[in-house]
């Protein structure tokens, strides 16, 4: 199974400098934090610094997510800069200065759409997520229960409680033995991937009810607006979920669920079940991710964002 390993990028490093992509997910922030507390634990030698936009409250169990810089404040320059779960260097956000300024970068991701952005990369596509790719780069013996805390979380969140395509032998293997540290993965799924917020319920349903079925009710789309973030006064992080439940309605085989981020200007989530591939689509407008789950950024009226969408799947489906 191991190819790289960690320790191979930190001879000679006293300090590293870490960080994941803008609006952290379950995989982002479980890759980070565990390879966080990896380093912390077993290289208490060298000095390292965590970077991430602030993190949902049920995250907050894992180890030292109390450590977590929320800003780009301080000018550093590190020895080592490891981006996870990043694709592409616009996604580090304001964070981007420590990237580009560091001795040496390491980039550790599973998108098919990342070509390499750091100096050194170590990227596998056909992994589930970045924390199984994390934990491949580690010592097995060394992986103790907080590191598995934080890495069991990322695999469960990027393979839908493994129900994903993404998912594995190797993924179940993994998980096994992250589980064989003890860890309350019951707690972990349920708290983490399942539980909603009353609030949270409140934007699902709403989505949800506005939701319209096109294409033949194949396709599905919703939208939440920027009035209404300060409506239900919510933030990114109370809209985990929405497009992957638009996703499983009978008879959809792909879900877009956009967010207004400015005027005229969404973030779009696309997600399918196996007859599009939504990281073409979301290549073509400029974003990426993978196979059954991808991103971009669109600018123009919710119409324009959704004809343009059609349009991209029209082509593949008259492809096959």
């Known amino acids: 199974m191991q190819e790289y390993n960690i320790k191979n990028y930190l001879e000679n490093v006293k300090t590293v400098g870490m960080c994941g992509h803008i609006h952290p997910d379950g995989d982002c922030v479980g890759s980070c934090l565990g390879l966080y507390t990896y380093l912390k634990h077993n290289f208490s030698e060298i000095s390292v610094d965590l970077y991430l936009q602030p993190i949902a409250d049920s995250f907050h169990f894992l180890k030292y997510s109390d450590e977590i810089i929320h800003t780009a404040d301080e000018d550093k320059e590190y020895d080592l800069f490891i981006t996870l779960d990043v694709s592409a260097d616009d996604r580090l956000g304001d964070f981007v200065k420590y990237f580009q300024t560091a001795k040496n970068t390491l980039c550790i991701d599973h998108h098919i759409s990342n070509l390499g952005i750091a100096k050194n990369n170590i990227i596998y596509p056909d992994y589930s997520s970045a924390s199984e790719v994390v934990y491949t780069i580690l010592d097995e013996d060394k992986v103790d229960y907080d590191t598995a805390n934080a890495l069991y979380l990322g695999i469960v969140h990027d393979t839908g409680v493994f129900k994903y395509p993404n998912t594995s032998r190797q ?89 207004e981020t400015a005027e005229l200007e969404y973030k779009v989530s696309l997600r399918s079940k196996k007859n599009i591939d939504v990281s073409k689509i979301a290549s073509y407008f400029g974003g990426g991710g993978h196979m059954r789950a991808a991103g971009f950024n669109a600018k123009g009226t919710v119409y324009d964002v959704i004809n343009n969408i059609s349009e991209q799947i029209e082509l593949q489906l008259k492809e096959e």
């Open 171 to 259: 993924t179940m293997e993994i998980a096994g033995k992250l589980i064989a540290k003890g860890i309350p993965f019951n707690e972990i799924i349920d708290n983490t991937f399942y539980e909603k917020t009353y609030v949270q319920n409140q934007i699902l349903g709403r989505t949800l009810m506005e939701s319209v079925l096109f294409y033949d009710g194949m396709c599905i789309f919703s939208v939440v607006r920027r009035e209404e973030f300060e409506f239900y006064n919510i933030t990114t992080n109370d809209l985990d979920g929405i497009v992957e439940q638009m996703r499983v309605t009978k008879g959809v085989e792909c879900a877009i669920f956009l967010y």
